[in-house]
């Protein structure tokens, strides 16, 4: 049987081809039995965090380039799980603004500062052109004279091009570059992502991973595309608990929640957009807060964010979570800032409720702040935590405290956080609002 990607490159001879995806699993029973701390001299096979840290490397993967442009409103999932997911795979990347300066607020409120600017790409040639939505970016991206020069070139010498969300309709329609192609935009068309010649078109945020992993297998091979889901941990619905609850604990508020993100300097980028996006969207309040000296980090792919504070300005406010993203770099650097750890002590003690995903697990061991609780984490550091960890779970809530298991399952992170603070119909709606299935009770 072929694998679900080989059609990403052997396409079937019609005008327009389906991608493949796997249906998702209703969310089953929550009682799932909690694994004992496994024996220290026993071997895991498991995903590395150095490898999901770095481009795949075996085989070694030619250079492709590729241009992702955004814009002031550019929704910031769609931008920055494209960027790191092709830089994971050994693309050269650009993030190419299309406004006067570099940094550009996207739609959700995130700062990302681009590489450069569109009109030093004007020359340059492309393996790959992907436009991201969101609004008004779309509208800021269809305006742009050299961005259209360099997509519309790109469509008539037969290289790849894609874009998602509104991008489809709003930005390559005007330029006629839609003309007998199927456009999965937002709600045209049930298929996730479609490939039509060298245009592949998607649906929206909830999409975006298979949207990259479409290009993956277009440049790279379906084997590069696998190997990136399995590093990615975005193909893990037949085997994993969507999530599981024990000593269930309420959240309840009588105010609008206040979320504190800290983030350093190798941080996991696209685990801290999706969590400020899918966040914000549900209208809970969430701050970014740097720990190093300057607003500004770099992230585990390179990219470059702007935080709303600096941690010692953030540690003003008292905050109804706090969650730690992963990125091995990032997640050790998390751990050396003092204020933070004075930060993290405090919630602990006033019963507030705090976390963490991938790697930041184990900061919260070191820091003394899991005990007795049942956690999930990413594969490669399981085996150096002490607690209880619930293998067959992409997220796990023990009381107070909430852990999501790595990159792929940051979404169900997400959308989990707003089901326990805001109930499940908020949940639900913003799922439905970036396009991802989740279940209906």
């Known amino acids: 049987m072929l694998s679900p990607l080989h059609s990403l490159l052997y396409p079937a001879p019609h005008p327009a081809t389906e991608i493949w995806a796997p249906p998702r699993p209703p969310n089953r029973s929550s009682h799932s039995p909690l694994r004992p701390p496994p024996s220290r001299s026993v071997a895991r096979a498991a995903p590395t965090l150095s490898a999901a840290a770095t481009a795949v490397t075996s085989p070694p993967l030619p250079k492709k380039k590729v241009l992702v442009p955004i814009a002031m409103g550019t ?28 940094e550009v607020e996207a739609s959700c409120g995130s700062r990302i500062v681009a590489d450069t600017h569109i009109a030093a790409c004007a020359d340059q040639v492309f393996d790959l052109v992907a436009l991201p939505g969101g609004m008004p970016g779309s509208v800021r991206l269809r305006d742009s004279e050299i961005l259209q020069r360099i997509t519309v070139t790109q469509a008539e010498e037969k290289r790849l091009y894609g874009a998602i969300c509104a991008a489809p309709a709003v930005v390559l329609m005007p330029w006629g570059l839609h003309k007998r192609r199927k456009l999965p935009t937002f709600r045209a068309v049930e298929s996730n992502v479609q490939v039509s010649g060298e245009l592949t078109t998607s649906r929206g945020p909830g999409t975006t991973f298979q949207f990259a992993l479409s290009f993956v297998a277009q440049m790279f091979g379906p084997q590069a595309a696998e190997d990136m889901e399995r590093t990615l941990m975005t193909q893990l619905d037949d085997d994993l608990e969507r999530s599981t609850e024990v000593n269930e604990l309420a959240w309840p508020l009588d105010h609008n929640p206040r979320v504190l993100i800290p983030i350093a300097n190798g941080s996991e980028e696209m685990e801290v957009i999706t969590l400020v996006d899918i966040l914000r969207r549900a209208k809970i309040n969430v701050v970014l807060a740097s720990v190093e000296k300057s607003k ?85 550091i399981v085996n150096e935590l002490t607690c209880k960890v619930i293998d067959q779970s992409k997220v796990v809530i023990d009381g107070n405290l909430i852990t999501g298991k790595g990159l792929g399952t940051v979404v169900d992170l997400s959308l989990a956080i707003i089901r326990k603070f805001c109930g499940h119909g908020r949940a639900k709606g913003v799922a439905n609002g970036i396009v991802f299935e989740y279940p209906k009770s």
């Not at 830089?87 to 406004?99: F, M, P």
């Not at 930060?343 to 899991?370: D, F, H, N, W």
């Open 296 to 380: 500004n980090i770099i992230g585990s792919q390179r990219m470059k964010i702007v935080a709303d504070k600096c941690i010692m300005s953030a540690s003003d406010s008292k905050y109804d979570l706090i969650i730690l993203p992963g990125g091995p770099a990032g997640a050790e650097r998390l751990h050396r800032c003092r204020t933070l750890k004075k930060l993290l002590k405090e919630q602990k003690q006033a019963g507030r409720m705090y976390g963490g995903v991938c790697s930041s697990p184990k900061i919260l061991q070191q820091q003394g702040l899991l005990g007795d609780k049942a956690v999930t984490a990413h594969p490669a």
């Open 75 to 102: 929704e910031e999932m769609e931008a920055v799980i494209l960027a790191g997911v092709l830089r994971r795979a050994g693309a050269d990347v650009t993030l190419a603004s299309v406004e006067d300066g570099l």
